[in-house]
């Protein structure tokens, strides 16, 4: 059997959901959304509201919003990024290039919240993730503080910022254990990098997903199981920003909405960021992530029944040094299996097998290659960013 060159396939296949606000040299690294007004609780004069029980739900639900905001806003934070200055030449449209100058400019790009009154910010990994960048935080009363350090969980799309200030309002952290379809749910954030202090409603609309989230613009893709879905506006700059209950409490963090699509959010877990919050309080750091070294995209059924090739995670590429490398694995393989799990589109795909395993852990590989099957084993190492 020939072997067969997916390279060209998968750029017009794969469909990624975009993580939101990336911060790609100094700007927003995501599409922009038509901005619509937050009138869902609005009572209308001219509306023919019947009164009584009606009524006096929407007084209610539209007093639970307020009540809400106006407690948590205080200890929502929007992150601003600054990068260098550099000096760029791009193509005149009157003949030869001209000088421009990138950077240098603030700009703000995500939102946190306070989780502790000595200066602790939760945030999305990916809102902080620009080399040679700095950072400052802005709270709600228009004070800015430069971010001192900053702690990336590389499990999870969260990231840990410190900065020197004290008597900061935290918020109180929930639980997402016993979440249910159809709750109520607020988000509060800087929508578009613009709005500070957004505040915008819904419900939950899905629990346990599992989505591919990424950035179109910087190649970087990550694997996020078990994250809530809410039909509450997600927009540019309020990832990293909390997803709340009626009472208040922070039950998720934003981080990625649908590519393409309206009211379809997404957030992870508070309970999933508690468990790396407390390591990182305990220990100073996040907890190690197992790393195998490929890069690689997954193949459905669809696909390898028109290529005549198996299910699996295709290798697009092996990093140099990396456990991949030392197994065996080689461009074009595909991992049809991982500790005896096979990998599907729909089901166990490589990085979530891979993040049920911790670093050192030896497991073995089902590969196939040019119509061969193979038997290889990795020693998992530690992910270092």
């Known amino acids: 059997m020939s072997k067969p060159k997916f390279k060209g396939l998968f750029t017009g296949i794969i469909i990624a959901f975009v993580v939101l606000a990336s911060a790609l040299s100094g700007a927003l690294a995501d599409r922009l959304f038509v901005i619509k007004p937050l009138d869902y609780f609005v009572k209308r004069q001219d509306s023919n509201f019947r009164v009584g029980n009606f009524e006096q739900k ?109 008597d900061l309002k935290p918020v109180e952290l929930g639980s997402s254990e016993n979440l249910k379809v159809g709750q109520f749910v607020i988000a509060i954030g800087t929508a578009l990098g613009e709005f500070r202090h957004t505040v915008t409603t819904g419900v939950i609309s899905g629990l346990g997903r599992g989505i591919t989230a990424g950035s179109a613009f910087e190649g970087y893709v990550e694997r996020l199981d078990d994250v809530i879905q809410t039909d509450a506006a997600i927009n540019p700059g309020n990832s990293g920003g909390p997803l709340l209950n009626s009472a208040g409490q922070v039950i998720g963090v934003n981080v990625a909405v649908a590519q393409g699509a309206e009211n379809i959010g997404f957030a ?43 299910e699996g995670a295709y290798v697009l590429s092996v990093v140099a040094g990396s456990p991949a490398e030392s197994a065996g694995l080689q461009e074009e393989d595909i991992i049809t299996k991982m500790d005896d799990k096979r990998l599907t589109v729909d089901g166990d795909d490589l990085a979530k ?25 990795a020693t998992l190492s530690e992910f270092n960013e």
């Open 58 to 166: 929407v007084l209610t639900e539209e007093s639970v919003v307020t009540q809400v905001a106006e407690n948590v806003s205080p200890s929502v934070v929007t992150v601003s990024i600054q990068t260098p200055e550099r000096r760029v030449l791009e193509f005149s449209p009157f003949g030869g290039f001209r000088s421009r100058v990138e950077g240098g400019t603030p700009q703000d790009i995500g939102s946190g919240f306070i989780v502790s009154s000595d200066g602790l910010i939760v945030t999305n990994r990916h809102v902080v993730d620009s080399q040679g960048a700095s950072y400052k935080v802005i709270t709600s009363d228009e004070k800015e503080y430069e971010v001192k350090q900053i702690s990336k969980d590389p499990s999870n799309d969260i990231a840990v910022l410190k900065i020197d200030a004290g």
């Open 268 to 310: 992870i877990p508070i309970d999933i960021v508690k468990q790396g919050l407390n390591q990182f309080k305990s220990t100073g750091k996040f907890i190690s992530k197992p790393f195998l070294g490929v890069e690689y995209q997954m193949i459905g059924k669809r696909v390898a029944i028109l290529n005549d090739v198996p």
């Open 353 to 377: 097998v891979i993040s049920e395993k911790r670093p050192g852990d030896k497991v073995p590989l089902e590969v196939w290659r040019n119509g061969e099957t193979l038997q290889l084993f």
